[in-house]
Each structure stands twice: as C-alpha cells, then as structure tokens.
T-cell receptor, first 116, second 112 residues
Framework: DAGITQSPRHKVTETGTPVTLRCHQTENHRYMYWYRQDPGHGLRLIHYSYGVKDTDKGEVSDGYSVSRSKTEDFLLTLESATSSQTSVYFC???????????????FGNGTRLTVT | QKEVEQNSGPLSVPEGAIASLNCTYSDRGSQSFFWYRQYSGKSPELIMFIYSNGDKEDGRFTAQLNKASQYVSLLIRDSQPSDSATYLCAVKVTGTASKLTFGTGTRLQVTL
C-alpha cells in the first residue's frame, strides 16, 4: 500500500457541510496528490503538494482546498459539500530519493464520499 | 480532444491469449508513460512505466511506446482470469511536477 493511509474510508454527508479527508504517509516523500475518480472521467487531479505549505491547483480544484502543515499529512477540504463532489478520492505520493523526476505515483486505498 | 484517450471496452479475450490495450495522447511534450491496473473497488496499482521509444518487457507484460505516432500500448501475454480489471494509461508532461494525466481506462475481461 506504499505506506499511505487515507481516512475516512467511507463518508456520507449532507449538502452544505464541510468535509475534510486526510492522507497520511509514513515515508516522508515530498510530493503528494489528491485525485478524484468518477465514471466516464477517470482520475482527475484536484490539488498537489511539493512540500510543507507548498501546494498548487490541479484541473478540478474549484470547491476544494488543501493544507500540508507536516510532511506526512495532506488534507483535502470541501468547504461546503455539493452533490457533484460525490466521488471516490485517491491520495497519491511520488516516491522521491530515486533521482528520477519521472517516477510513478503510488496510490492510497481511497475514500468513498457521498454527498446527499 | 481528451489529452489521454483509451477505448473503454470491455475488451474480452480468452484465457491464454494476448490482450492488447492501447492509449493515445495529445501532448507532444509527454515524456513518461505509465500503466496502472485497477480492480473494481480498489486503488490503481502500477504495472509498468516506459520513457523511451520501443518495447519494455516485464514478465507477461510488454509496454510499447511510439512517440512519433503518440501512442502507447500494453500487451499481456498468456492472459489469466486474474488479469480481468480496468487498465489505466497515464502520461506525464515535461515540467509538470510529476502530475499525471489519466485516461478513462479500458476494462479487460479474460474468459475461461
């Protein structure tokens, strides 16, 4: 599982409520990513981080914010959840230290979020 | 045009046959290419990656890259029922902080 833990694994919430998903890694890798996966769209990048307090937007960042106050934790927040944010959310890391900028991503087990 | 395109399938092959999965990409600046396997309800797991034109083999899997034609393929030899899954193609464009762009995946069914 590449040392990645996502929590919670499942969550049901109501429209308009805030939701925070957590991604925790045990190996101190610099790069971390949040993707969402929806039928017909595949995996789409929401936000990513390249270090503590260093984050940037992906292709579907509207309605989401992130924070990275420690190397091991990357939080994804839906400030006011909408039904369109019902999805499966995956956190990923790029294992650094190999000297290879082209190294692949490794994914956590995902969080299934349902917004009613 | 999507940046990374895959036929959604399902692609059905008999056990023991070769499965051929294809992926095309639009950005000529793409420099590295990845194949992931995803079982239903599970997370994507890396199968192979390829950077250079030509073939790269790993066990029953062969990745093929043709940058001039902008396609990458995955061959699975001696297909097994356990290979039944969705296969995701992902592409990294130069200078994009290792952000991967994914295709929507091809569902493979290996029949007995």
């Amino acid at each position: 599982d590449a040392g990645i833990t996502q929590s919670p694994r499942h969550k049901v919430t109501e429209t308009g409520t805030p939701v925070t998903l957590r991604c925790h890694q045990t190996e101190n890798h610099r790069y971390m990513y949040w993707y969402r996966q929806d039928p017909g769209h595949g995996l789409r990048l929401i936000h990513y981080s390249y270090g503590v307090k260093d984050t940037d937007k992906g292709e579907v960042s509207d309605g989401y914010s992130v924070s990275r106050s420690k190397t091991e934790d990357f939080l994804l927040t839906l400030e006011s959840a909408t039904s369109s944010q019902t999805s499966v959310y995956f956190c990923a890391i790029r294992k650094t230290g190999t000297g290879d900028n082209n190294s692949p991503l490794h994914f956590g087990n995902g969080t299934r979020l349902t917004v009613t | 045009q999507k940046e990374v395109e895959q036929n959604s399938g399902p692609l059905s092959v008999p056990e023991g046959a070769i499965a051929s999965l294809n992926c095309t990409y639009s950005d000529r600046g793409s420099q590295s290419f990845f194949w992931y396997r995803q079982y239903s309800g599970k997370s994507p797991e890396l199968i192979m990656f390829i950077y250079s034109n030509g073939d790269k083999e790993d066990g029953r899997f062969t990745a093929q890259l043709n940058k001039a034609s902008q396609y990458v393929s995955l061959l699975i030899r001696d297909s097994q029922p356990s290979d039944s899954a969705t296969y995701l193609c992902a592409v990294k464009v130069t200078g994009t902080a290792s952000k991967l762009t994914f295709g929507t995946g091809t569902r493979l069914q290996v029949t007995l």
